[in-house]
């Protein structure tokens, strides 16, 4: 580990300082019905919901802080980081497509201290959202990987439905922030834990 110079000290911005400079910028530039739209496209937050624009006209700047401090808390799902190692120590090729900005997503693995995939695709990269299976074409087409023997894993109805557009095996893993997916569709591996699909690749591919 290496120690901070002076003039490294000097550059370093405090994380509340850095919250409030983005809101200011924000919420000088963007008219208060704009602001959670502006914030999708900064990859502050995913979808605009309905509300959003009236919290906004309250303090333009209080909504980006919070939206900011909402990002800064994405938790992981119990068993992700061991299926990240193990897909990680073997190299297999893999990839993140998410409705969120692809910046977003890779400041949420360096906070994580994850490794990154060889393939992030954001929203800012396709023209159409999951359930479009449009992202999930750009990242295996940035992979070079056909669709046989490819897993799509998520914890919602658009990552199943944007999966099964491709004909990919899909796992679907509960998550209290989802609604669950409807259960008449048997070809969906339904999971309680992400680390349960370890056991059905080493089952499946033979591997260790």
């Given at each position: 580990?290496?120690?901070?110079?002076?003039?490294?000290?000097?550059?370093?911005?405090?994380?509340?300082?850095?919250?409030?400079?983005?809101?200011?910028?924000?919420?000088?530039?963007?008219?208060?019905?704009?602001?959670?739209?502006?914030?999708?496209?900064?990859?502050?937050?995913?979808?605009?919901?309905?509300?959003?624009?009236?919290?906004?006209?309250?303090?333009?700047?209080?909504?980006?802080?919070?939206?900011?401090?909402?990002?800064?808390?994405?938790?992981?799902l119990?068993?992700?980081?061991?299926?990240?190692g193990?897909?990680?120590?073997?190299?297999?090729?893999?990839?993140?497509?998410?409705?969120?900005?692809?910046?977003?997503?890779?400041?949420?693995m360096?906070?994580?201290?994850?490794?990154?995939?060889?393939?992030?695709?954001?929203?800012?990269?396709?023209?159409?959202?999951?359930?479009?299976?449009?992202?999930?074409?750009?990242?295996?087409?940035?992979?070079?990987?056909?669709?046989?023997?490819?897993?799509?894993?998520?914890?919602?109805?658009?990552?199943?439905?944007?999966?099964?557009?491709?004909?990919?095996?899909?796992?679907?893993?509960?998550?209290?922030?989802?609604?669950?997916?409807?259960?008449h569709?048997?070809?969906?591996?339904?999971?309680?834990?992400?680390?349960?699909?370890?056991?059905?690749?080493?089952?499946?591919?033979?591997?260790?």
């Amino acid at each position: 580990m290496s120690k901070l110079n002076s003039k490294e000290m000097d550059l370093i911005i405090p994380l509340d300082a850095l919250r409030d400079r983005i809101a200011e910028a924000v919420a000088g530039h963007v008219k208060a019905q704009h602001v959670p739209a502006a914030c999708v496209r900064l990859g502050i937050q995913t979808t605009v919901e309905e509300g959003d624009s009236d919290e906004a006209f309250r303090s333009k700047r209080s909504y980006v802080k919070r939206r900011i401090v909402e990002l800064e808390r994405a938790e992981l799902l119990p068993g992700v980081r061991e299926v990240w190692g193990w897909l990680t120590a073997r190299r297999v090729p893999a990839a993140i497509v998410s409705n969120n900005h692809s910046d977003a997503i890779r400041a949420i693995m360096n906070r994580l201290a994850l490794p990154l995939p060889e393939v992030i695709v954001g929203r800012e990269q396709v023209s159409l959202f999951k359930p479009d299976p449009e992202g999930l074409q750009l990242a295996l087409s940035k992979l070079g990987l056909g669709t046989e023997g490819v897993w799509m894993v998520g914890d919602s109805i658009w990552d199943v439905e944007a999966g099964a557009a491709l004909d990919l095996q899909v796992a679907l893993v509960a998550s209290p922030w989802e609604e669950p997916a409807p259960s008449h569709d048997d070809s969906i591996e339904r999971l309680e834990r992400i680390d349960a699909l370890i056991a059905i690749w080493r089952e499946q591919y033979s591997c260790e």
